[in-house]
C-alpha cells in the first residue's frame, strides 16, 4: 500500500496496468517482478519500445504512462 | 532444435539429450515468476547453447526490437530472424524479413534468417549480409516435410553462406532428405517435441542427419528411366537349350 503523501505513477508492465511510486527505478521494478534481487539473470527490458541495458536499470526512473516490457528466454522458437 | 511444443520441461530436457543438438531457439516473453530460470538451467547442464529468436514477430520493427531483447538477455549477437507474414500459416513476410535482416546486420548480429523456399528471398538475404539462410520446408508445425525439394537444391547451390532447413519436419526421412539435398543443418521443433515419444524422435533425427549427410558427401546414383543391371552379362550358363 502506497501512503497518499507519495506521488503515484500510472505505468504499464507486460500489458498490466500498475501504480508505482514516484522514483521507482526499473531496477526496483525488476527485482519485485522477478522476485530476485539483483533482477536475476537473462532479462531484458524495453521502455516505450526502446531497450534499457542493465548497466542502466538503476538509474532509470520510470515516467508517467511508461510502457514497460521485462522479457526473458521462454520455451519457443 | 527448437524448445517449442514440449508438454514438459523434463521432457524437453531428455529430448534435448538425445539430439545431441549443440543449440536450441528460444523465444523472447513476458516474464513469468512461475517458471523463471528453469528453461536456461535445461540447457546449461546439457552444455547446450541458447538461439533467441524473434518468434511471434510480424513486423520488421518488433523483430529488430525482440531481437536487441534477446541480446541483452543472454549477451549473444546471435540470432534467428523470424518474421511472419500471416498467423494461420506462418509463413515468413519477404518485406519486412529483408528490412529488418538489414537492420540487425548494420547492428551487429550475426543474423540467421527463417524464410521461405524462395531461391530469390534466399539470395537476397545473403547479400545484406546473413550468417545463415533458413528455408522452410514446409509451414510451421505442419509435419508436411519438404515440399518444393527442387527449390531448397537451388537455394543450396547458389549459396555462400550455410542453409538450414528450418521448419515442417515431421519424422525423420525429412530430415535425411535436407541433408541429401545438401543443406547443412536441419532445425526441428514439432516432429521431436509434439512426437507420441519425444526422445526417441529425437535420437531418429540425430541418426537421420547423420544418414543423409553421409549418403550426401558419398554421392548418390542418377536416376534412371530405365534399369542398369547390377549383375554381369557375360558368364551366364544356358540351363535351356534352344528350341
Not at chain 2, 519486412?96 to 535482416?101: D, G, K, N, Y
Not at chain 2, 527449390?151 to 550455410?162: C, D, E, F, K, R
Amino acid at each position: 500500500m502506497v501512503p497518499e503523501c507519495v506521488e503515484r505513477l500510472e505505468v504499464s508492465v507486460n500489458g498490466r496496468p500498475e501504480l508505482v511510486a514516484a522514483g521507482t527505478t526499473i531496477a526496483a521494478l525488476v527485482s519485485t517482478l522477478t522476485g530476485q534481487a539483483t533482477g536475476g539473470r537473462a532479462v531484458a527490458v524495453a521502455v516505450n519500445s526502446e531497450v534499457v541495458p542493465r548497466s542502466q536499470w538503476a538509474s532509470t526512473r520510470l515516467a508517467q504512462r511508461d510502457r514497460v516490457e521485462v522479457l526473458s528466454p521462454a520455451q519457443g522458437g | 532444435m527448437g524448445t517449442g511444443g514440449a508438454t514438459s520441461m523434463a521432457a524437453l530436457g531428455q529430448a534435448l539429450k538425445a539430439s545431441g543438438t549443440a543449440m536450441a531457439t528460444v523465444a523472447m516473453r513476458r516474464v513469468d515468476p512461475a517458471t523463471r530460470g528453469s528453461l536456461l538451467d535445461v540447457l546449461d547442464q546439457l552444455g547446450i547453447r541458447a538461439l533467441p529468436n524473434t518468434a511471434g514477430c510480424f513486423t520488421a520493427r518488433d523483430a529488430v526490437l525482440t531481437a536487441r531483447l534477446g541480446r541483452e538477455a543472454l549477451a549473444t549477437d546471435w540470432v534467428k530472424l523470424e518474421v511472419i507474414g500471416d498467423d494461420r500459416s506462418l509463413l515468413p513476410d519477404p518485406v519486412e524479413l529483408l528490412e529488418a535482416a538489414e537492420e540487425l546486420v548494420d547492428d551487429g548480429f550475426v543474423v540467421l534468417a527463417y524464410t521461405s523456399d524462395d531461391p530469390v528471398v534466399a539470395r537476397r538475404l545473403e547479400q545484406l549480409g546473413c550468417a545463415a539462410v533458413m528455408p522452410l520446408g514446409s509451414p510451421i508445425g505442419s509435419g508436411l516435410g519438404i515440399r518444393n525439394p527442387h527449390n531448397i537444391a537451388l537455394i543450396v547451390q547458389a549459396a555462400s553462406v550455410p542453409v538450414v532447413l528450418d521448419a515442417g519436419i515431421g519424422t525423420a526421412s525429412d530430415a535425411t532428405m535436407a541433408m541429401e539435398l545438401g543443406c547443412d543443418a536441419v532445425l526441428v521443433a514439432s516432429a521431436v517435441t509434439r512426437s507420441p515419444d519425444p526422445p526417441a524422435m529425437a535420437l531418429a533425427m540425430a541418426r537421420g542427419v547423420e544418414a543423409g549427410r553421409l549418403a550426401h558427401l558419398a554421392g548418390r546414383i542418377p536416376r534412371r528411366f530405365h534399369a542398369e543391371a547390377s549383375s554381369p552379362w557375360a558368364g551366364l550358363a544356358q540351363l535351356t537349350p534352344d528350341a
